[in-house]
């Protein structure tokens, strides 16, 4: 049987030492061409901010800080905060129901998050201004007491109110899913221990699960509020003075549509780029755990630290 010499097909010799061997780095065409071409765009794109005369700077500079769009800038700030915080609550019960042993409390979660993630949110908001149409008057009675109260839907159906509930219902449709997620997350051996330790079930949730499960509810969180502040501007069609309905306001009568749509984009953008800070930091302190053991040096030090601590003597 004959051994087959290998062909050399680098030009070099077989015999050349390691040490002279030149590592050529491969070259990657493909990614010079999407430079070049994102660079250009990036340049015809500045050309054309910078030398366009219908953006106005200095008009979109004038309308920056004017009293106007600060109040609806303030106004965009409550409604997300308070639809935020109304929408984690509701989304937290929802999910809670959708992982409990209970059917019929699952099938009326699944309902709900399949009700208000398919329709779409401006459609709800119509209809929740437009609620006095079904019911002209709220009440309450109480048989052999008579009616305790009675309202016109229309004296607290108000703008603000109608976006309130319909985007905070909207919204929880959403969270409900990623807090249900989060939950499943988390390994289910630890509520099996929990429960041996003799833990009701609320206790199990609020001192074991949920704590864990923050860490995978919080990005998705934080990407969802991001998306319900611009949401918001959809309150327009329901004549509640945001941020972009004062805009439009301000250019229906002075025609200056572009600078006040650069003044709204801006302001968007900035409260964007500070929640996504906010993000950021909420990520990193939930998931301290996690920088620990993947940081070398601070297992290190805390195994050098602990081994000192263990050799003082008493």
Not at 63 to 69: A, E, K, N, T
Not at 202 to 216: E, G, N, W
Not at 264 to 278: D, E, K, P, R
Not at 279 to 288: P, S
Request: charged content about 15%.
């Amino acid at each position: 049987m004959s051994l087959v010499e290998p062909k050399n097909t680098t030009g070099l010799p077989l015999d050349l030492p390691v040490e002279e061997l030149v590592v050529v780095p491969r070259r990657r065409y493909g990614i010079w061409i999407g430079i070049a071409i994102a660079m250009l765009f990036a340049f015809f794109i500045g050309k054309a901010f910078a030398t366009n005369p219908a953006f106005d700077w200095g008009t979109a500079a004038n309308y920056l800080f004017h009293p106007s769009i600060m109040r609806g800038l303030g106004k965009t700030l409550l409604l997300t905060v308070v639809i935020m915080a109304a929408a984690i609550v509701i989304g937290t019960i929802i999910a809670i129901m959708r992982v409990s042993p209970s059917a019929v409390l699952q099938t009326f979660a699944s309902a709900y998050v399949w009700f208000f993630r398919g329709v779409p949110a401006l459609i709800q908001l119509i209809f929740w201004f437009n609620l006095s149409l079904l019911f002209r008057t709220a009440s309450l009675s109480i048989p052999g007491i008579g009616t305790v109260f009675s309202v016109n839907t229309n004296d607290f159906m108000t703008p603000f109110v109608s976006a309130v509930v319909a985007l905070s219902l909207c919204e929880a449709g959403y969270l409900a899913e990623i807090i249900r997620a989060g939950i499943k997350s988390v390994p289910h051996g630890q509520f099996e221990a929990a429960s041996g330790l003799g833990m009701s079930y609320r206790q199990i949730l609020r001192r074991i699960i949920l704590p864990q499960a923050m860490r995978f509810i919080v990005p998705p969180t934080g990407n969802e509020a991001i998306s319900l502040l611009k949401m918001t501007s959809l309150v327009t069609f329901i004549a509640v003075d945001d941020l972009f309905y004062t805009a439009q306001s301000i250019y229906a009568r002075t025609f200056e549509t572009i600078p006040l749509l650069i003044v709204v984009a801006f302001w968007y953008l900035f409260v964007v780029t500070v929640m996504s800070i906010g993000q950021h930091f909420l990520e990193r302190y939930y998931g301290r755990s996690d920088r620990r053991q993947e940081n070398p040096l601070i297992r290190l030090l805390q195994s050098m630290l602990g081994s000192r601590k263990g050799s003082v003597q008493p």
